[in-house]
């Protein structure tokens, strides 16, 4: 933070507006990978399903949604990639339920 005249200035918005950037690149990355790990559950190579990892990403697409610094692009990049994750949780949860395995 900088004293700038009479304002406060805790950064650039270009610094801030990169941090949100890699972290919603880092969410994109991170679904991707969830969705993978699934995939392997699903097909059984693994025996049990990924849910750590899941609510992993539920308490970081929690805490993206909070921040009121999102620009408009921004916000509809983090929107696009909640509908994507919110259409695979609802696969998962089907194939959970077909399987006969309650998902949390």
Same mark, same amino acid.
Not at 13 to 22: A, F, G, H, R, T
């Given at each position: #933070?900088? #004293? $700038?005249?009479?304002?406060?200035? !805790?950064?650039?918005?270009?610094?801030?507006? @990169?941090? $949100?950037?890699?972290?919603?690149?880092? @969410?994109?990355?991170?679904? !991707?990978? @969830?969705?993978?790990?699934?995939? $392997?559950?699903? +097909?059984?190579? /693994?025996? &049990?399903?990924?849910?750590? #990892? !899941?609510?992993?990403?539920?308490? %970081?697409?929690? *805490?993206?949604?909070?921040? !009121?610094?999102?620009?408009?692009?921004? &916000?509809?990049?983090? +929107? /696009?990639? %909640?509908? &994507?994750? /919110?259409?695979? *949780?609802?696969?998962? *949860?089907?194939? #959970?339920?077909?399987?006969?395995?309650? @998902? $949390?």
């Amino acid at each position: #933070m900088a #004293m $700038i005249g009479n304002r406060l200035y !805790r950064g650039s918005k270009s610094e801030e507006s @990169l941090e $949100i950037d890699q972290q919603l690149a880092r @969410l994109e990355e991170d679904i !991707r990978r @969830l969705k993978i790990e699934f995939d $392997i559950y699903f +097909n059984g190579a /693994t025996k &049990r399903p990924p849910l750590e #990892m !899941r609510a992993r990403l539920d308490s %970081v697409i929690r *805490r993206i949604s909070d921040n !009121r610094s999102l620009n408009y692009a921004q &916000r509809y990049q983090f +929107n /696009t990639l %909640v509908a &994507r994750f /919110t259409s695979y *949780r609802e696969l998962w *949860r089907r194939g #959970m339920k077909a399987k006969g395995e309650d @998902l $949390i």
